[in-house]
């Protein structure tokens, strides 16, 4: 078993910037992949970033390209999400997910631990 909890979330200002942290413990040797995801107010929860255990390997959803970030520090076990520009539009809870086994992928259902979430609210 993995366990993932997330930190980080808060109210900031439109253009304001944010750093979500995921913490891993348990097996984390058997993680490939640890990604982001987010749930926007009803709405569906939606791919945001992921990156390969390595590093070497990350993917962002599209429209979040040049503002957002990802990053892994793995003597920590930890993955960071670095929101800049944040928009209203980017309110969300945010999930961070780890996968046990195969290529990093952006396909939620691949996933196989999820955190409690972290809320995310921008402010315009």
């Known amino acids: 078993q993995v366990q993932l909890v997330e930190s980080g979330g808060g109210l900031v200002q439109a253009g304001g910037s944010l750093r979500l942290s995921c913490a891993a413990s348990g097996r984390t040797s058997s993680v490939s992949a640890m990604g982001w995801f987010r749930r926007a107010p009803g709405k569906e929860r939606d791919f945001v970033a992921t990156i390969s255990w390595s590093g070497a390997t990350t993917y962002y959803a599209d429209s979040l390209k040049g503002r957002f970030t990802i990053s892994r520090d793995n003597a920590e076990n930890t993955v960071y999400l670095q929101m800049n520009k944040l928009e209203p539009e980017d309110t969300a809870v945010y999930y961070c997910?780890?996968?046990?086994?195969?290529?990093?992928?952006?396909?939620?259902?691949?996933?196989?631990?999820w955190g409690q979430g972290t809320q995310v609210t921008v402010s315009s």
């Open positions: 997910a780890a996968r046990r086994a195969g290529v990093t992928t952006t396909r939620q259902h691949l996933y196989d631990y």
